[in-house]
Protein backbone atom coordinates (compact mmCIF):
# COMPACT_ATOMS: atom_id res chain seq x y z
CA UNK A 1 0.00 0.00 0.00
CA UNK A 2 1.49 3.39 -1.23
CA UNK A 3 1.50 6.54 1.08
CA UNK A 4 -1.80 7.80 -0.72
CA UNK A 5 -3.44 5.37 0.09
CA UNK A 6 -2.77 5.47 3.72
CA UNK A 7 -5.59 7.57 4.39
CA UNK A 8 -8.36 5.81 6.45
CA UNK A 9 -7.38 4.96 9.82
CA UNK A 10 -5.95 1.20 10.32
CA UNK A 11 -7.92 -0.54 12.72
CA UNK A 12 -5.20 -2.65 14.15
CA UNK A 13 -3.37 0.54 14.55
CA UNK A 14 -3.00 0.21 18.19
CA UNK A 15 -1.80 -3.43 17.87
CA UNK A 16 0.87 -2.22 15.41
CA UNK A 17 1.80 0.59 18.13
CA UNK A 18 2.78 -1.85 20.07
CA UNK A 19 4.46 -4.13 18.07
CA UNK A 20 7.06 -0.75 17.16
CA UNK A 21 7.11 0.14 20.77
CA UNK A 22 8.67 -3.86 21.28
CA UNK A 23 11.43 -3.39 18.74
CA UNK A 24 12.06 0.35 20.02
CA UNK A 25 12.15 -1.08 23.79
CA UNK A 26 14.48 -3.67 22.25
CA UNK A 27 17.30 -1.34 20.22
CA UNK A 28 17.14 1.31 23.45
CA UNK A 29 17.92 -1.70 26.21
CA UNK A 30 20.65 -3.12 23.97
CA UNK A 31 22.93 -0.11 24.55
CA UNK A 32 22.63 0.18 28.25
CA UNK A 33 23.07 -3.55 29.02
CA UNK A 34 25.78 -4.44 26.98
CA UNK A 35 27.60 -1.51 29.17
CA UNK A 36 26.54 -3.49 31.97
CA UNK A 37 27.83 -6.85 30.91
CA UNK A 38 31.23 -5.89 29.64
CA UNK A 39 33.61 -6.06 32.24
CA UNK A 40 32.12 -9.66 32.59
CA UNK A 41 32.20 -10.37 28.54
CA UNK A 42 36.56 -8.52 28.78
CA UNK A 43 37.52 -11.34 31.37
CA UNK A 44 35.64 -13.93 29.22
CA UNK A 45 37.02 -13.40 26.21
CA UNK A 46 40.10 -12.03 27.40
CA UNK A 47 39.93 -8.71 25.47
CA UNK A 48 42.64 -6.17 26.54
CA UNK A 49 41.66 -2.75 27.95
CA UNK A 50 42.68 -0.93 24.57
CA UNK A 51 40.12 -3.21 22.43
CA UNK A 52 37.36 -3.26 24.89
CA UNK A 53 35.90 0.18 23.26
CA UNK A 54 35.15 -2.03 20.16
CA UNK A 55 31.97 -3.73 21.94
CA UNK A 56 30.55 -0.17 22.38
CA UNK A 57 31.78 1.74 19.21
CA UNK A 58 31.54 -1.22 16.30
CA UNK A 59 27.72 -0.64 17.09
CA UNK A 60 27.65 2.96 17.37
CA UNK A 61 29.71 3.58 13.99
CA UNK A 62 27.40 1.06 12.20
CA UNK A 63 24.49 2.57 13.33
CA UNK A 64 25.13 5.68 12.65
CA UNK A 65 26.94 5.30 9.54
CA UNK A 66 24.21 3.75 7.69
CA UNK A 67 21.43 5.15 9.20
CA UNK A 68 20.52 7.83 6.56
CA UNK A 69 20.81 4.77 3.69
CA UNK A 70 18.37 2.77 5.87
CA UNK A 71 16.02 5.06 6.16
CA UNK A 72 16.02 5.98 2.39
CA UNK A 73 15.90 2.09 1.75
CA UNK A 74 12.76 1.64 4.19
CA UNK A 75 11.39 3.99 1.75
CA UNK A 76 11.42 2.51 -1.23
CA UNK A 77 11.60 -0.89 -0.27
CA UNK A 78 8.51 -0.48 1.91
CA UNK A 79 8.93 0.13 5.53
CA UNK A 80 7.11 -3.03 6.78
CA UNK A 81 9.30 -5.24 4.96
CA UNK A 82 12.70 -3.03 6.16
CA UNK A 83 11.29 -3.03 9.72
CA UNK A 84 10.96 -7.09 9.05
CA UNK A 85 14.49 -7.34 7.94
CA UNK A 86 16.38 -5.63 10.51
CA UNK A 87 14.17 -7.61 13.43
CA UNK A 88 15.54 -10.79 11.89
CA UNK A 89 18.79 -9.27 11.20
CA UNK A 90 18.77 -7.67 14.54
CA UNK A 91 17.64 -11.26 15.99
CA UNK A 92 20.65 -12.88 13.86
CA UNK A 93 23.49 -10.24 15.12
CA UNK A 94 22.45 -10.79 18.94
CA UNK A 95 22.08 -14.42 18.85
CA UNK A 96 25.99 -14.20 17.12
CA UNK A 97 26.93 -11.87 19.82
CA UNK A 98 25.70 -14.03 22.96
CA UNK A 99 27.33 -16.96 21.14
CA UNK A 100 30.63 -15.10 20.76
CA UNK A 101 33.87 -17.11 21.02
CA UNK A 102 36.14 -14.53 21.05
CA UNK A 103 36.50 -11.05 20.80
CA UNK A 104 36.39 -10.53 16.95
CA UNK A 105 33.20 -12.20 16.77
CA UNK A 106 31.37 -10.30 19.54
CA UNK A 107 32.87 -6.83 17.72
CA UNK A 108 31.78 -8.37 14.48
CA UNK A 109 28.17 -9.08 16.04
CA UNK A 110 27.94 -5.85 17.68
CA UNK A 111 28.86 -4.07 13.73
CA UNK A 112 26.00 -6.37 12.48
CA UNK A 113 23.47 -5.30 15.19
CA UNK A 114 24.44 -1.56 14.50
CA UNK A 115 23.74 -2.19 10.62
CA UNK A 116 20.60 -3.43 11.53
CA UNK A 117 19.54 -1.18 13.78
CA UNK A 118 19.81 1.25 11.32
CA UNK A 119 17.61 -0.28 8.65
CA UNK A 120 14.77 -1.19 11.99
CA UNK A 121 14.86 2.81 13.48
CA UNK A 122 14.11 4.45 10.75
CA UNK A 123 11.30 2.41 9.47
CA UNK A 124 10.01 1.94 12.61
CA UNK A 125 9.12 6.24 12.77
CA UNK A 126 8.33 5.95 9.63
CA UNK A 127 5.87 2.91 9.89
CA UNK A 128 4.47 5.16 13.14
CA UNK A 129 3.81 8.50 10.90
CA UNK A 130 1.84 6.51 8.27
CA UNK A 131 -0.16 4.28 10.82
CA UNK A 132 -1.24 7.26 12.76
CA UNK A 133 -3.41 9.54 10.33
CA UNK A 134 -4.97 11.40 12.68
CA UNK A 135 -3.02 14.61 14.38
CA UNK A 136 -3.97 13.79 18.19
CA UNK A 137 -3.81 9.74 18.23
CA UNK A 138 -0.11 10.58 16.02
CA UNK A 139 1.05 12.32 19.19
CA UNK A 140 -0.14 10.66 21.42
CA UNK A 141 1.88 7.00 19.53
CA UNK A 142 5.26 9.34 19.48
CA UNK A 143 4.98 10.22 23.12
CA UNK A 144 4.60 6.63 23.74
CA UNK A 145 7.92 6.09 21.50
CA UNK A 146 9.44 8.60 22.84
CA UNK A 147 8.80 7.17 26.84
CA UNK A 148 10.32 4.10 26.09
CA UNK A 149 13.31 5.51 24.60
CA UNK A 150 14.13 7.68 27.98
CA UNK A 151 12.75 4.66 30.50
CA UNK A 152 13.76 1.62 28.13
CA UNK A 153 17.85 2.57 28.88
CA UNK A 154 16.51 2.54 33.09
CA UNK A 155 15.44 -0.56 32.72
CA UNK A 156 18.12 -2.06 30.51
CA UNK A 157 20.57 -0.97 33.34
CA UNK A 158 18.54 -3.30 35.56
CA UNK A 159 18.11 -6.01 33.36
CA UNK A 160 21.85 -6.11 32.50
CA UNK A 161 22.44 -6.30 36.30
CA UNK A 162 20.08 -9.11 36.80
CA UNK A 163 21.19 -10.89 33.57
CA UNK A 164 24.67 -10.58 33.87
CA UNK A 165 24.85 -11.44 37.93
CA UNK A 166 22.10 -13.81 37.84
CA UNK A 167 22.49 -15.75 35.09
CA UNK A 168 25.47 -14.90 32.07
CA UNK A 169 26.38 -11.70 30.18
CA UNK A 170 25.71 -13.50 27.42
CA UNK A 171 22.14 -13.43 28.15
CA UNK A 172 22.48 -9.53 27.93
CA UNK A 173 22.77 -10.35 24.12
CA UNK A 174 20.76 -13.17 23.63
CA UNK A 175 17.89 -11.76 25.26
CA UNK A 176 16.92 -9.73 21.60
CA UNK A 177 16.67 -12.74 19.83
CA UNK A 178 13.18 -14.03 21.60
CA UNK A 179 12.24 -10.17 21.66
CA UNK A 180 12.95 -9.78 17.74
CA UNK A 181 11.03 -13.15 16.90
CA UNK A 182 7.92 -11.89 19.13
CA UNK A 183 8.12 -8.61 17.37
CA UNK A 184 8.46 -10.25 13.62
CA UNK A 185 5.53 -12.23 14.38
CA UNK A 186 3.32 -9.31 15.49
CA UNK A 187 4.37 -7.27 12.88
CA UNK A 188 2.79 -9.71 10.41
CA UNK A 189 -0.25 -9.60 11.46
CA UNK A 190 -0.57 -5.86 13.06
CA UNK A 191 1.35 -4.01 10.06
CA UNK A 192 0.81 -2.54 7.26
CA UNK A 193 2.54 -2.06 4.29
CA UNK A 194 3.70 1.05 2.94
CA UNK A 195 6.29 2.97 0.84
CA UNK A 196 7.45 5.87 -1.59
CA UNK A 197 6.34 5.13 -5.16
CA UNK A 198 7.52 8.43 -6.51
CA UNK A 199 11.52 9.70 -7.00
CA UNK A 200 14.47 7.94 -8.00
CA UNK A 201 14.80 4.84 -6.12
CA UNK A 202 18.84 4.78 -6.13
CA UNK A 203 20.91 4.65 -3.41
CA UNK A 204 24.20 5.78 -2.84
CA UNK A 205 25.63 3.01 -1.28
CA UNK A 206 29.26 4.24 -2.08
CA UNK A 207 28.46 7.38 0.14
CA UNK A 208 27.83 4.92 2.83
CA UNK A 209 30.76 2.64 2.65
CA UNK A 210 33.64 5.76 2.65
CA UNK A 211 31.34 7.09 5.54
CA UNK A 212 31.17 4.51 7.49
CA UNK A 213 35.04 2.65 6.78
CA UNK A 214 36.59 6.49 6.87
CA UNK A 215 35.22 6.54 10.46
CA UNK A 216 36.25 2.71 11.50
CA UNK A 217 39.80 3.41 9.95
CA UNK A 218 39.90 6.05 12.10
CA UNK A 219 38.68 4.75 15.25
CA UNK A 220 41.12 1.73 14.64
CA UNK A 221 43.70 3.87 14.46
CA UNK A 222 42.98 6.17 17.74
CA UNK A 223 42.60 2.09 18.92
CA UNK A 224 46.52 1.58 17.90
CA UNK A 225 47.77 4.71 19.70
CA UNK A 226 46.82 3.54 22.79
CA UNK A 227 49.29 0.65 22.73
CA UNK A 228 51.67 2.17 20.09
CA UNK A 229 51.68 5.71 20.44
CA UNK A 230 50.17 8.36 18.68
CA UNK A 231 53.33 9.34 16.21
CA UNK A 232 53.09 5.08 15.56
CA UNK A 233 53.26 4.38 11.56
CA UNK A 234 49.78 2.03 12.22
CA UNK A 235 48.26 4.67 14.06
CA UNK A 236 48.73 6.95 11.30
CA UNK A 237 48.42 5.48 8.35
CA UNK A 238 44.96 4.30 9.55
CA UNK A 239 44.36 7.76 10.85
CA UNK A 240 44.67 9.01 7.32
CA UNK A 241 43.23 6.29 5.36
CA UNK A 242 40.04 7.14 7.62
CA UNK A 243 40.61 10.99 6.53
CA UNK A 244 40.78 10.61 3.20
CA UNK A 245 38.15 8.45 3.34
CA UNK A 246 35.82 10.87 4.77
CA UNK A 247 37.14 13.38 2.33
CA UNK A 248 36.17 11.43 -0.78
CA UNK A 249 32.54 10.90 1.20
CA UNK A 250 31.76 14.73 1.00
CA UNK A 251 33.40 14.74 -2.83
CA UNK A 252 30.64 11.96 -4.20
CA UNK A 253 28.26 13.91 -1.93
CA UNK A 254 28.24 16.79 -4.50
CA UNK A 255 28.84 14.65 -7.39
CA UNK A 256 26.03 11.80 -6.78
CA UNK A 257 22.39 12.79 -7.94
CA UNK A 258 20.49 11.34 -4.65
CA UNK A 259 23.01 12.04 -1.95
CA UNK A 260 22.98 9.78 1.25
CA UNK A 261 23.82 13.35 3.05
CA UNK A 262 22.41 16.49 1.13
CA UNK A 263 24.90 18.79 1.62
CA UNK A 264 22.07 21.83 1.07
CA UNK A 265 20.99 20.92 4.88
CA UNK A 266 24.26 22.77 6.46
CA UNK A 267 23.10 26.27 6.81
CA UNK A 268 24.63 27.79 10.29
CA UNK A 269 21.65 27.26 12.53
CA UNK A 270 21.03 23.08 11.32
CA UNK A 271 25.28 22.73 10.83
CA UNK A 272 25.61 24.32 14.37
CA UNK A 273 23.08 21.82 15.76
CA UNK A 274 24.83 19.01 14.25
CA UNK A 275 28.15 20.04 15.52
CA UNK A 276 27.54 20.44 19.06
CA UNK A 277 25.68 17.06 18.69
CA UNK A 278 28.76 15.58 17.47
CA UNK A 279 30.74 17.25 20.29
CA UNK A 280 28.36 16.42 23.38
CA UNK A 281 28.48 12.68 22.06
CA UNK A 282 32.52 12.79 22.21
CA UNK A 283 32.22 14.20 25.61
CA UNK A 284 29.32 11.83 26.97
CA UNK A 285 29.53 8.23 25.83
CA UNK A 286 32.56 7.32 27.26
CA UNK A 287 31.76 7.98 30.23
CA UNK A 288 29.25 5.02 30.83
CA UNK A 289 32.09 2.78 29.95
CA UNK A 290 34.44 3.80 32.35
CA UNK A 291 31.95 4.26 35.27
CA UNK A 292 30.76 0.90 34.85
CA UNK A 293 34.13 -0.47 34.93
CA UNK A 294 35.07 1.96 38.46
CA UNK A 295 31.53 0.14 39.69
CA UNK A 296 32.59 -3.65 39.44
CA UNK A 297 36.34 -3.68 38.93
CA UNK A 298 37.14 -1.00 41.27
CA UNK A 299 34.55 -1.12 43.80
CA UNK A 300 33.70 -4.58 43.07
CA UNK A 301 29.48 -3.91 43.13
CA UNK A 302 28.04 -6.34 41.70
CA UNK A 303 26.45 -6.17 38.09
CA UNK A 304 22.87 -5.39 39.87
CA UNK A 305 24.12 -2.59 41.88
CA UNK A 306 26.21 -0.74 38.99
CA UNK A 307 22.85 -0.99 37.06
CA UNK A 308 21.22 0.81 40.21
CA UNK A 309 24.01 3.38 40.08
CA UNK A 310 23.37 4.59 36.86
CA UNK A 311 19.60 4.88 37.59
CA UNK A 312 19.52 8.30 39.03
CA UNK A 313 20.85 9.64 35.95
CA UNK A 314 18.34 8.20 33.49
CA UNK A 315 15.65 9.53 35.61
CA UNK A 316 16.81 13.30 35.60
CA UNK A 317 17.59 13.09 31.89
CA UNK A 318 13.42 12.25 31.92
CA UNK A 319 12.39 14.97 34.29
CA UNK A 320 14.83 17.40 33.00
CA UNK A 321 13.44 16.92 29.59
CA UNK A 322 10.27 17.39 30.20
CA UNK A 323 11.06 20.56 31.73
CA UNK A 324 13.10 21.32 29.20
CA UNK A 325 9.96 21.26 26.66
CA UNK A 326 7.93 23.93 28.71
CA UNK A 327 11.23 26.52 28.83
CA UNK A 328 11.73 26.10 24.96
CA UNK A 329 9.29 28.69 24.26
CA UNK A 330 9.50 31.34 26.88
CA UNK A 331 13.29 31.46 26.72
CA UNK A 332 14.52 30.23 23.34
CA UNK A 333 17.08 27.19 22.40
CA UNK A 334 20.22 29.05 22.56
CA UNK A 335 20.18 29.54 26.59
CA UNK A 336 18.76 26.13 27.42
CA UNK A 337 21.22 24.19 25.60
CA UNK A 338 24.24 26.25 26.24
CA UNK A 339 24.12 26.18 29.91
CA UNK A 340 22.69 22.05 29.58
CA UNK A 341 26.08 21.62 28.00
CA UNK A 342 28.13 23.54 30.81
CA UNK A 343 26.50 21.58 33.80
CA UNK A 344 27.56 18.63 32.02
CA UNK A 345 31.20 19.38 31.70
CA UNK A 346 31.12 20.33 35.21
CA UNK A 347 29.42 17.32 36.11
CA UNK A 348 32.43 15.60 33.79
CA UNK A 349 35.18 17.49 35.50
CA UNK A 350 33.20 16.82 38.98
CA UNK A 351 33.80 13.28 38.28
CA UNK A 352 37.66 13.66 36.94
CA UNK A 353 38.50 14.06 40.92
CA UNK A 354 37.55 10.29 41.59
CA UNK A 355 40.19 8.24 44.00
CA UNK A 356 39.93 4.55 44.34
CA UNK A 357 38.04 5.28 47.44
CA UNK A 358 35.45 8.51 46.69
CA UNK A 359 32.28 7.78 48.00
CA UNK A 360 28.99 7.40 45.45
CA UNK A 361 27.06 9.57 47.72
CA UNK A 362 29.01 12.47 48.19
CA UNK A 363 31.34 12.26 44.85
CA UNK A 364 29.79 10.03 41.70
CA UNK A 365 26.01 10.39 42.34
CA UNK A 366 26.50 14.59 42.41
CA UNK A 367 28.30 14.70 39.21
CA UNK A 368 26.00 11.98 37.24
CA UNK A 369 23.12 14.61 38.22
CA UNK A 370 24.61 17.51 37.43
CA UNK A 371 25.59 15.80 33.89
CA UNK A 372 21.68 14.49 33.70
CA UNK A 373 19.78 17.54 34.51
CA UNK A 374 21.81 19.57 31.54
CA UNK A 375 20.88 17.08 29.23
CA UNK A 376 17.69 17.13 29.40
CA UNK A 377 17.71 20.56 27.69
CA UNK A 378 20.51 20.52 25.40
CA UNK A 379 18.35 17.23 23.62
CA UNK A 380 15.18 19.46 23.77
CA UNK A 381 17.22 21.86 21.93
CA UNK A 382 19.28 20.13 19.81
CA UNK A 383 15.72 18.64 18.32
CA UNK A 384 14.31 22.04 18.02
CA UNK A 385 17.49 23.42 16.16
CA UNK A 386 18.38 20.54 14.02
CA UNK A 387 15.12 21.01 11.96
CA UNK A 388 14.50 25.12 12.21
CA UNK A 389 13.36 26.06 8.58
CA UNK A 390 13.48 22.55 7.12
CA UNK A 391 12.22 22.09 3.89
CA UNK A 392 9.49 19.49 4.21
CA UNK A 393 11.40 17.12 1.36
CA UNK A 394 14.25 16.96 3.78
CA UNK A 395 12.55 16.63 7.15
CA UNK A 396 13.41 13.03 7.49
CA UNK A 397 17.02 13.34 6.74
CA UNK A 398 17.71 15.95 9.00
CA UNK A 399 15.94 14.42 11.72
CA UNK A 400 18.10 11.38 10.77
CA UNK A 401 21.42 13.08 10.67
CA UNK A 402 21.06 14.58 13.94
CA UNK A 403 20.89 10.93 15.49
CA UNK A 404 24.00 10.19 12.98
CA UNK A 405 25.76 12.68 14.74
CA UNK A 406 25.23 12.01 18.01
CA UNK A 407 25.98 8.49 17.45
CA UNK A 408 29.56 9.16 15.20
CA UNK A 409 30.64 11.29 17.80
CA UNK A 410 30.25 8.93 20.63
CA UNK A 411 32.07 6.10 19.08
CA UNK A 412 35.07 8.83 18.47
CA UNK A 413 34.58 10.05 21.95
CA UNK A 414 34.91 6.81 23.33
CA UNK A 415 37.94 5.72 21.24
CA UNK A 416 39.96 9.18 22.45
CA UNK A 417 38.98 8.77 25.71
CA UNK A 418 40.08 4.90 26.20
CA UNK A 419 42.96 5.74 24.52
CA UNK A 420 43.52 8.64 26.65
CA UNK A 421 42.62 6.30 29.93
CA UNK A 422 45.11 3.79 28.88
CA UNK A 423 47.92 5.72 28.17
CA UNK A 424 47.23 7.26 31.39
CA UNK A 425 47.46 4.74 33.30
CA UNK A 426 50.26 3.16 31.80
CA UNK A 427 52.21 6.66 32.45
CA UNK A 428 51.02 6.56 36.14
CA UNK A 429 52.19 2.83 36.74
CA UNK A 430 55.98 3.82 34.93
CA UNK A 431 56.43 6.80 37.02
CA UNK A 432 55.54 4.94 40.42
CA UNK A 433 57.23 1.83 39.54
CA UNK A 434 60.51 3.92 38.99
CA UNK A 435 60.69 4.76 42.70
CA UNK A 436 62.86 2.74 44.97
CA UNK A 437 61.25 -0.43 46.48
CA UNK A 438 57.66 -0.29 44.98
CA UNK A 439 56.01 -2.88 44.42
CA UNK A 440 52.55 -3.18 41.86
CA UNK A 441 50.09 -3.98 44.74
CA UNK A 442 46.36 -4.04 43.74
CA UNK A 443 46.01 -0.44 45.76
CA UNK A 444 48.76 0.91 43.08
CA UNK A 445 47.13 -0.86 40.04
CA UNK A 446 43.77 0.71 41.43
CA UNK A 447 44.94 4.38 41.58
CA UNK A 448 46.36 4.02 38.28
CA UNK A 449 43.42 2.40 36.68
CA UNK A 450 41.11 5.78 38.04
CA UNK A 451 44.10 8.02 37.18
CA UNK A 452 43.41 6.76 33.54
CA UNK A 453 39.49 7.18 34.06
CA UNK A 454 40.50 10.59 35.23
CA UNK A 455 42.31 12.08 32.53
CA UNK A 456 39.39 11.02 30.43
CA UNK A 457 36.63 12.30 32.16
CA UNK A 458 39.11 15.73 31.70
CA UNK A 459 38.99 14.76 28.12
CA UNK A 460 35.54 14.22 27.41
CA UNK A 461 34.71 18.23 29.42
CA UNK A 462 36.77 19.79 27.04
CA UNK A 463 34.58 18.21 24.14
CA UNK A 464 31.20 18.99 25.93
CA UNK A 465 32.34 22.61 27.12
CA UNK A 466 33.25 22.80 23.15
CA UNK A 467 29.73 22.23 22.29
CA UNK A 468 28.73 25.22 24.46
CA UNK A 469 30.51 27.18 22.56
CA UNK A 470 29.20 25.70 19.27
CA UNK A 471 25.71 25.95 20.41
CA UNK A 472 26.23 29.29 21.51
CA UNK A 473 27.73 31.00 18.21
CA UNK A 474 26.08 29.11 15.38
CA UNK A 475 22.41 28.42 16.59
CA UNK A 476 21.80 31.74 17.74
CA UNK A 477 17.75 31.33 17.09
CA UNK A 478 15.29 33.34 19.46
CA UNK A 479 12.22 32.00 20.95
CA UNK A 480 10.02 33.84 18.22
CA UNK A 481 11.22 31.92 15.77
CA UNK A 482 10.39 28.82 16.88
CA UNK A 483 7.55 28.32 14.89
CA UNK A 484 9.91 27.83 11.55
CA UNK A 485 11.00 24.47 13.58
CA UNK A 486 9.82 21.27 13.69
CA UNK A 487 10.87 18.81 16.48
CA UNK A 488 10.96 15.14 15.69
CA UNK A 489 9.46 12.70 18.43
CA UNK A 490 12.22 10.66 19.98
CA UNK A 491 14.96 12.51 17.71
CA UNK A 492 16.93 11.48 20.13
Known amino acids: MTDNELQTPDPRRWFALITIALAQLMVVLDSSIVNIALPHAQLALHISDANRQWAITAYTLTFGGFLLLGGRISDFIGRKKAFMIGLGGFA ?17 ARGLQGMFGALLAPAALSL ?43 WCLLVNTPMAIIAIVLTRKNVRESRVTKGDTRYDVPGAITATGGMLAIVY ?39 LLPLRLFN ?25 FYFQNIHGYSAVKSGLCFLPFSLCVIVSAGSASKLLPKIGPRPLATVGLIMAAFGLLYLSTLTATSSYATHVLPGLMLMSLGLGGVFVSQSTTALHATPFHDIGAASALLNTSSQIGGSFGTAIQNTVAVTATGNFLAVAMAKPMTQLTPQLQAAATVHGFDMAFRMGSIFVLAAAVAFYLLCNIERHELGHAEVPSGAH
Open 221 to 259: GVSEASTKGWASTSALTFMLVGAALIGLFFFLETRVPHP
Open 92 to 108: FASLLGGLAWNQQALFA
Open 128 to 170: LSVTFTDAKERAKAFAVYGALSGVGAAIGLIMGGLLTQYANWR
Open 268 to 292: RIRGGSYLSSILAGMGIFGMFLFMT
